[in-house]
């Protein structure tokens, strides 16, 4: 399990503690449980960052807003019967089949996908469950 990110505050702590004198190994036993390694790439890297934040990671940046993705998670709630064509058309086809099946995947949204057949109507919805109770 990966550990987590730094915040801004601890790291602005520890860089301060070294600007006052202390070694490494004395701000470790001052925080233990920040890694020694950790600190020493903090401090050493503390010049690369503006106000102790993290930089922006690397790759190309998302296709979608994130207002777009919450657009098509609604459309899917609303009607499951939508097919992919509708949703790529919704958001003026800015991405590729494949990624939206990703991103209804990494939604939550894992095995959904709009079968042809027809929508069930409300009177045979009725009949099934009078079946269902005889």
Do not use: F
Not at 7 to 21: A, D, F, T, V, W
Not at 63 to 72: M, V, Y
Not at 101 to 111: E, F, S, T
């Amino acid at each position: 399990m990966p550990r987590k990110e730094l915040s801004p505050q601890i790291r602005s702590r520890i860089c301060e503690l070294k600007s006052i004198g202390w070694s490494y190994r004395q701000i470790h036993t001052r925080h233990p449980e920040i890694p020694l390694g950790t600190i020493k790439t903090t401090i050493q890297r503390e010049a690369s960052r503006l106000n102790n934040e993290s930089k922006p990671r690397s790759g190309a940046p998302y296709k979608l807003t994130e207002e777009q993705r919450d657009n098509l998670y609604s459309q899917i709630l609303e009607n499951p019967h939508t097919t992919q064509q509708d949703l790529l058309a919704s958001v003026d086809n800015a991405i590729k089949v494949r990624s939206l099946r990703k991103l209804l995947y990494h939604m939550g949204l894992r095995k959904w996908r709009q079968r042809r057949r027809p929508e069930i109507q409300p009177h045979h919805a009725s009949q099934h469950l009078e079946w269902a109770h005889r």
